[in-house]
Nanobody
Framework: QVQLVESGGGLVQPGGSLRLSCAAA????????MTWYRQAPGKERELVAG???????NYADSVKGRFTISRDNAKNTVYLQMNSLKPEDTAMYYC?????????WGQGTQVTVSS
């Protein structure tokens, strides 16, 4: 059974940093692309960043140069380091894996950027 558990969200001032974690279980983690999505109130869920099994990464234009996705295959965990946070980064952040023809999601972790 696939399980994704996000943590690390919170309230941070503009310009601050947060590090999100997603602990995965129930599948062969190191062979799957892992992604972070976010959804702000009233908006559609959007892709933030993704990382391949080999470590190749891609980012939404809105977060390039500020966010860094990484993975630790020994710990079955994917991270999202978020720097220079802006109010528009406020959203629920979700970890995702696509496996056997379907998407799996964690419960999400809330990130709020406000002074």
């Amino acid at each position: 059974q696939v399980q994704l558990v996000e943590s690390g969200g919170g309230l941070v001032q503009p310009g601050g940093s947060l590090r999100l974690s997603c602990a995965a279980a129930g599948f062969f983690f190191s062979s799957h692309i892992m992604t972070w999505y976010r959804q702000a109130p009233g908006k559609e869920r959007e892709l933030v960043a993704g990382i391949s099994p080999g470590g190749s990464t891609n980012y939404a234009d809105s977060v390039k140069g500020r966010f860094t996705i990484s993975r630790d295959n020994a710990k079955n965990t994917v991270y999202l380091q978020m720097n220079s946070l802006k109010p528009e980064d406020t959203a629920m952040y979700y970890c995702n894996v696509f496996r056997n023809g379907r998407d799996y999601w964690g419960q999400g972790t809330q990130v709020t950027v406000s002074s």
